[in-house]
């Protein structure tokens, strides 16, 4: 009987911190991965502004090549979306939409069901070289322990997907 109380109490014990910890985690995330791509920023503005081009270099698209994926009617630009459909636990359901398109920013509103919402960007910088282009993510967790505890691990989970999709971007733009 005394083996279970210890257990029981370790396991109270354990719950208790994990909760203290996600209410004193921050609610806000930030991800974000930069690349310089040999390229004018006019050609990768072009890649990212029509997401009909996504699928060449998305990294999630890559995971799931099967996904449904459906556009709206805007071929580009503020206003342009499209959802996707996926059975992949990496890729999920969800949509996107560009809320913002300027030759050096494009800003997107994403919706990830019951994952929650994000804003995202890309900022295009002109650089001698080519073009610096910086992919960010920021989400606000709300008031959820459990949310802001998986918040603390957003960077090293998303940022190798924004690695991925910055290199395969890379390559598209280069070749």
Do not use: C, F
């Given at each position: 009987m005394k083996v279970i109380k210890v257990i029981l109490l370790t396991l109270v014990a354990l719950v208790a911190i994990a909760a203290a910890v996600g209410f004193l985690s921050p609610?806000?995330?930030?991800?974000?991965?930069?690349?310089?791509?040999?390229?004018?920023?006019?050609?990768?503005?072009?890649?990212?502004?029509?997401?009909?081009?996504?699928?060449?270099?998305?990294?999630w698209y890559k995971m799931d090549t099967s996904m449904k994926i459906e556009y709206n009617s805007i071929p580009a630009g503020?206003?342009?979306?499209?959802?996707?459909?996926?059975?992949?636990?990496?890729?999920?359901?969800?949509?996107?939409?560009?809320?913002t398109s300027t030759q050096d920013t494009i800003s997107t509103a994403m919706n990830f069901m019951e994952n929650g919402v994000a804003t995202g960007n890309f900022i295009l910088n002109k650089t001698d070289s080519g073009t610096k282009v910086t992919w960010s993510m920021?989400?606000?967790?709300?008031m959820n322990p459990i949310g802001r505890l998986f918040g603390l691990f957003m960077d090293k989970m998303l940022g190798p997907d924004f690695e991925k999709g910055l290199a395969n971007l890379k390559e598209v733009t280069e070749a």
């Open positions: 609610s806000k995330v930030h991800v974000e991965r930069s690349l310089i791509i040999k390229a004018p920023s006019e050609i990768v503005y072009g890649q990212v502004n029509d997401l009909h081009n996504w699928t060449k270099w998305s990294p503020a206003g342009a979306g499209y959802s996707w459909e996926s059975k992949h636990e990496n890729v999920g359901s969800g949509n996107m939409t560009i809320t920021d989400s606000d967790m709300g």
